[in-house]
């Protein structure tokens, strides 16, 4: 199975330990691959310049939207022990996302980094962004960074282009699941994965 995911992102973190749970459970392998992107959801029909009809309308849908988001923030946020102020933080991923093919690289345990650099962003408001920073973090877990500042430069270019490829076949949004060819988008998705994996047995779960 391959793991979609993105540094900076709540549900991304959120997913993390039910992950853990069933791998052990189930034994499946897992593949993890960062993105440092996901597709906005940006639409209009309306010409520049002209009055969009339907104007009051999207302006009450989004004020919604941004509602909701704004208590699903507040939820993601108890849920993970951490300030509402933090939760919001945005973060450029990229180099965070360099740091996890390096650890599998070194056949070391991605969970441990992801929970270290989950936390160092946003429990501690940390540097996450500069090569220091990812250097820093794999030394605290005992891994060798000799090589790294290389390995990063040379897979800037590919992870970019591998974030495209994955957007073009259809992961638009992360945490996200590819499992024999079928895509889950969402954590709400790992007890259906769950149930895949050990037979389809019983009813699904809702």
Not at 77 to 92: C, F, K, P, Q
Request: hydrophobic fraction near 40%; charged fraction near 25%.
């Amino acid at each position: 199975m391959i793991f979609y995911l993105t540094f900076g992102d709540l549900a991304t973190w959120l997913t993390l330990a039910p992950l853990k749970r069933l791998m052990r459970e189930t034994g499946i392998e897992v593949e993890f691959v960062p993105m440092i992107g996901s597709l906005g959801n940006v639409v209009t029909s309306a010409r520049p310049g002209a009055e969009d009809p339907l104007g009051a309308y999207k302006a009450r849908r989004a004020r919604a939207r941004n509602m909701a988001a704004e208590r699903e923030l507040e939820r993601m946020s108890e849920m993970l022990h951490i300030s509402v102020d933090n939760a919001r933080r945005r973060t450029e991923p990229l180099m965070l996302s360099m740091g996890l093919p390096w650890m599998n690289q070194c056949n070391a345990s991605c969970f441990d980094y992801l929970d270290l650099a989950f936390a160092k962003t946003y429990k501690e408001a940390g540097d996450v962004e500069s090569e220091e920073a990812v250097v820093s973090m794999l030394k605290t877990l005992g891994e060798s960074t000799e090589g790294f500042p290389e390995f990063a430069r040379e897979k800037r270019e590919a992870l970019t282009v591998q974030s495209d490829e994955i957007l073009a076949n259809g992961i638009l949004s992360t945490p996200a699941f590819s499992l024999d060819g079928e895509i889950f988008l969402g954590r709400e998705h790992l007890p259906l994965i769950s149930w895949t994996l050990g037979g389809r047995k019983g009813p699904p779960p809702v």
